[in-house]
């Protein structure tokens, strides 16, 4: 429901927030939520929140750029082109369990983390302890973007004729 979603958004938000990182949530979007999460910003004075809206892809990618992690904390989300574009953007990133994408293209630990979906405390843990550790913020770019050349234009279209190619014998 849109009242849990924002209340588990308010939670890990506040969390991060007021953490001693100064770390600064970008929300980009302007989905049905948007004036309920606008609302809990000014209610609970989330100085650290800011919510662009929507944002064309030529915008977009300056967001990419000026980040240090890429979260998708959604309660679900059919694949996620947002993490394809954070990872080539270099960003690690950080996704729930129900976001499609995250099974295929984030080795947790290795190439950014997974967490389970509405557990505020675990998403909360991953942000500030990647963020506190610049060198896994590297790894996890690095690795990531190795990983997402198994998802190139070229990977697909080579499967696809190997496929083609196998059927036709």
């Known amino acids: 429901s849109r009242r849990r979603h924002t209340r588990y958004w308010r939670d890990w938000s506040s969390d991060v927030c007021s953490s001693d990182l100064n770390i600064h949530l970008v929300l980009v979007g302007d989905g049905?939520?948007?004036e309920e999460?606008?609302?809990?910003?000014?209610?609970?004075?989330?100085?650290?929140?800011?919510l662009p809206g929507y944002l064309s892809y030529s915008q977009l990618i300056q967001f990419y750029i000026l980040s240090d992690v890429f979260v998708h904390p959604a309660i679900i989300e059919q694949w996620g082109v947002s993490v394809n574009e954070a990872i080539t953007c270099n960003l690690p990133v950080i996704v729930s369990d129900m976001v499609g994408s995250g099974y295929d293209l984030v080795i947790d630990g290795f190439s950014g983390y997974i967490f389970k979906s509405k557990n505020s405390h675990d998403l909360t843990f991953k942000i500030e302890y990647l963020i506190s550790n610049r060198h896994l913020l590297n790894y996890f770019s690095n690795n990531a973007k190795s990983n997402l050349i198994n998802w190139s234009h070229e990977k697909t279209v080579s499967e696809i004729n190997n496929s083609l190619n196998y059927l036709s014998k």
């Open 37 to 50: 999460v606008n609302k809990i910003i000014r209610t609970n004075n989330l100085t650290n929140v800011h």
């Open 32 to 34: 049905i939520l948007y």
